[in-house]
T-cell receptor, first 112, second 114 residues
Framework: DAGVTQSPTHLIKTRGQQVTLRCSPKSGHDTVSWYQQALGQGPQFIFQYYEEEERQRGNFPDRFSGHQFPNYSSELNVNALLLGDSALYLC???????????FGQGTRLTVV | RKEVEQDPGPFNVPEGATVAFNCTYSNSASQSFFWYRQDCRKEPKLLMSVYSSGNEDGRFTAQLNRASQYISLLIRDSKLSDSATYLC???????????????FGSGTQLTVLP
């Protein structure tokens, strides 16, 4: 049973560019959440998708947007990249009614 | 004030030692609590859930004090493989359940020395 998979694993972008990160949830999971983890910090919640809709959002600007597809996979888009967007981006999947979330290995984004 | 606060450490302990981590949270409506472990440059992995009655999993014991909004993790007989960052996590979701917004502490770094 494949766990949560994310792509790409590493990415280097230039300031002002746009980036799309992808996530496939664990089999049987219908809910996908995205987190940003800066160096030396805990993950910070960006938003959560369920039934192809954004269900909850953390304190992130509109430059951060997402999408969930009918197969429950998800994308995170970040526009107008800033140097401060450099971080590990983590995707977590879960099932409705369950409290436990499983994380993917993350995408390490570097903005130069 | 941060929603979840942890002592960042680092904690450097010899093999076989007992080490305790503490965590406080600010949202009294929080419903579920966890300890996650994160190895260097890896994803967080669930170590254990934390219940009001306290729970134990082998060498690991977690405690929750709702009145004080305090969570603890005790590791007995530390192993080299326990070296990692330990993240205190709070889920503020209500009775509808589901893993909604998880709020993480900044983590406590543990190094177990030979």
């Amino acid at each position: 049973d494949a766990g949560v998979t994310q792509s790409p694993t590493h990415l280097i972008k230039t300031r002002g560019q746009q980036v799309t990160l992808r996530c496939s949830p664990k089999s049987g999971h219908d809910t996908v959440s995205w987190y940003q983890q800066a160096l030396g910090q805990g993950p910070q919640f960006i938003f959560q998708y369920y039934e192809e809709e954004e269900r909850q959002r953390g304190n992130f600007p509109d430059r951060f947007s997402g999408h969930q597809f009918p197969n429950y996979s998800s994308e995170l888009n970040v526009n107008a990249l800033l140097l401060g967007d450099s971080a590990l981006y983590l995707c977590a999947s879960s099932t409705t009614g369950a409290f436990e979330a499983f994380f993917g290995q993350g995408t390490r984004l570097t903005v130069v | 004030r941060k929603e979840v606060e942890q002592d960042p450490g680092p904690f450097n302990v010899p093999e076989g030692a007992t080490v305790a981590f503490n965590c406080t949270y600010s949202n009294s409506a929080s419903q579920s609590f966890f300890w996650y472990r994160q190895d260097c440059r890896k994803e967080p992995k669930l170590l254990m859930s934390v219940y009001s009655s306290g729970n134990e999993d082998g060498r690991f014991t977690a405690q929750l004090n709702r009145a004080s909004q305090y969570i603890s993790l005790l590791i007995r007989d530390s192993k080299l493989s326990d070296s990692a960052t330990y993240l205190c996590v709070v889920n503020p979701s209500g009775s509808s359940g589901s893993a909604r917004q998880l709020t993480f502490g900044s983590g406590t770094q543990l190094t177990v020395l030979p």
